[in-house]
């Protein structure tokens, strides 16, 4: 008996992608099934969400941002998750090459 493979890809993406109306997408487009927008966090999700990062990096009940770098964090990303990574790695990487 032959064995099926069937692939689902999540992909998020930036709002413009959905945008994409040139004929060379056509195919693409159709491929979509599900599409699901976003919004960016508010301030408070914006710490959870750094916090249960940290905590599945083996960080949990540590303080590891203060509270006004938390909310420099949500103020600078304007609560975009792929920026609240960014900026999390970013703080960091600097706080480790300052200590050393």
């Known amino acids: ?3 099926i493979l069937i692939a689902k890809l ?3 993406s930036a709002p413009n992608l ?3 109306k040139a004929p060379d997408f056509r195919q693409l487009k ?3 099934t599900v ?3 976003l919004q960016p966090f508010q301030p ?3 710490i959870e969400y750094i916090n249960s990062r940290l905590a ?3 960080m949990k009940e540590k303080t590891v941002f203060s509270p006004e770098l938390l909310a420099e964090i949500h103020r600078r990303t304007q609560g975009i998750p792929r920026l609240i990574n960014l900026a999390k ?3 960091i990487n600097e706080e480790a090459r300052l200590a050393c």
């Open 1 to 3: 008996m032959a064995t």
């Open 10 to 12: 999540i992909r998020p």
């Open 18 to 20: 959905t945008k994409l």
């Open 30 to 32: 159709q491929r979509i």
């Open 35 to 37: 599409r699901c927008n």
């Open 44 to 46: 408070q999700e914006t």
């Open 56 to 58: 599945r990096a083996g």
């Open 89 to 91: 790695s970013l703080s």
